[in-house]
């Protein structure tokens, strides 16, 4: 893992808690480059990421999304990653070999709210797996991987920017 303000600072968490935007206004705060996983998979693989999985299958979207990562070199960037990033261990180990990682978490029923659109966000889930079954799975690896938690439930994205910058620096030191 990588400390401080000068290196990269990984946003990881389900879908739907605002890994996207909080990492945009993250990025104008620090003056940084920002890097969204999903969107530079998409651009490269000329397709949206629901369509990969649509005809190409589940497992066939995780290896393309660990190749992506693997190929990423950023440096003192914010980068959003897609909420199933975490189902690789290579993938992690290269985003936090530069950068640190932060968890940016909401409680179950926060995230449903936000859910609303499942069938069309390039979510990965597998058939008949709810919401719920999803986050609970996923819980214990953004756990395993995350340096930093920031509970994000009740704030807005500016005070969520504000949280991540004070848990950063606080690493820091």
Do not use: W
Request: aromatic residues 4%; neutral net charge; hydrophobic residues 40%.
């Amino acid at each position: 893992m990588a400390t401080g303000l000068n290196s990269n600072i990984v946003l990881i968490g389900m879908p739907g808690v605002g890994k996207s935007t909080a990492g945009i206004l993250l990025a104008k705060v620090l003056r940084r480059d920002f890097v969204d996983t999903d969107v530079q998979i998409q651009v490269r693989e000329r397709r949206l990421l629901q369509d990969v999985i649509d005809t190409e299958g589940l497992d066939a979207f995780l290896a393309m999304e660990e190749r992506h990562i693997l190929a990423m070199s950023c440096r003192n960037s914010v980068i959003a990653t897609g909420g199933s990033v975490v189902y690789s261990q290579p993938a992690m180990d290269h985003l936090r070999t530069g950068g640190i990682a932060i968890h940016l978490r909401l409680p179950l029923p926060a995230l449903e709210k936000r859910l609303v659109d499942t069938k069309s966000r390039g979510l990965v889930i597998t058939p008949g797996q709810s919401i719920a079954e999803l986050y609970y799975e996923r819980q214990p690896l953004y756990r395993r991987y995350a340096d930093i938690t920031v509970e994000c439930n009740g704030l807005t994205h500016d005070q969520v920017v504000g949280r991540v910058l004070e848990e950063v620096k606080r690493q820091a030191l």
